[in-house]
């Protein structure tokens, strides 16, 4: 059902200077900041050959990484990020399983403006999983 890893997503409290880690010490291609008030985040994309990784920093009051930050100062691995052919398919099939789908299990728009999924971490091995249709 899974297919390719699309990204990995790292919070991190300083934008700038996780940018400038993975720009300038690891020498990969980022992209400009892009604010995504709707999430609550603001997010630089690393370009490597075979994947991602989303750089998130909190934006705004209540965002979504604000408690994992604090109980993780140094910022750490948010969540993991896998393809999938049919979104809807594909959340009926792990509901049917047992598995939990967060929010109100309909698919939101994320930050590629393709249908997202997020699936508890407790039922996948501590690990926060986005699907995205692509
Ligand atoms: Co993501």
Redesign the pocket.
């Known amino acids: 059902m899974i297919g390719r890893l699309n ?1 990995v ?1 790292i919070a991190v409290k300083d934008l700038a200077a996780s940018t400038a880690l993975y720009r300038d010490t690891l020498g990969a291609k980022v992209s400009a900041p892009l604010p995504q008030p709707a999430h609550g985040v603001t997010v630089v994309f690393v370009e490597l050959p075979n994947t991602k990784v ?1 750089l998130l920093e909190p934006l705004g009051e209540g965002s979504p990484i604000a408690k994992f930050l604090e109980r993780n100062a140094d910022g750490g691995i948010h ?1 993991i ?1 896998y393809e999938v052919a049919d979104i809807l398919a594909a959340r009926d099939k792990l509901k049917a399983e047992g598995a939990r789908v967060l929010g109100d299990g309909e698919p939101k728009i ?2 590629h403006g393709k249908p ?1 999924l997020f699936l508890h971490p407790k039922d996948f091995n501590g690990t926060l999983v ?1 699907l995205e249709q692509v």
């Open positions: 990204h997503a989303e969540h990020c994320g930050a997202v986005e």
